[in-house]
């Protein structure tokens, strides 16, 4: 079987869980990151602004949020979820690296560089940030030269 289609073998799982327990969030968040998985973008974030309604206090809800809208290229809404994200887990290194990502790609070079050196203070001490922490340092010399 290939990937896409175990992703939506899943999403039928989900869906049959949500069936049962509508409050589950667990189920919504996967669900949704399965929806991600084979580019049903829009599915993927309703189901992400439900995790995030169910369980607010859950920074990696907030950021699975942000993916979607940056995949949807709605970039000042990606910012603002993981934003959220780093309120609730200010060292979350994934969320300020794409936070980083989001506001160089909007343009917003100055609050690129701050969130790019963020980033790299979270991830100083990390286990598996190695290529990430070198792809930022490219970016960061990018935007400073």
């Known amino acids: 079987m290939m990937a896409g289609e175990r992703f939506e073998e899943a999403i039928g ?20 990151i399965s ?3 084979v ?3 829009e599915e993927a974030l309703q189901c992400m602004e ?3 309604r169910l369980d607010p206090g859950n920074a990696f ?5 942000g993916i979607c809208q940056e995949r949807l290229e709605r970039l000042e809404e990606a910012i603002a979820a993981y934003d959220k994200a780093i309120e609730l887990y200010p060292k979350y290194a994934e969320a300020l690296f794409n936070k980083a990502s989001a506001l160089e790609a909007k343009g917003e070079e100055k609050a690129a560089v701050d969130a790019w050196r963020r980033y790299l203070q979270a991830a100083a001490n990390r286990k598996g940030q190695r290529e990430w922490i070198e792809k930022a340092l490219e970016r960061l010399a990018k935007l400073e030269r």
């Open 13 to 32: 799982c989900f869906d049959r869980s949500l069936e049962e327990s509508p409050r589950d969030v667990r189920s919504w968040n996967n669900k949704g």
């Open 35 to 37: 929806l991600l998985s």
């Open 39 to 41: 580019g049903r973008l």
């Open 50 to 52: 439900k995790a995030t």
């Open 61 to 65: 809800y907030w950021y699975n949020k």
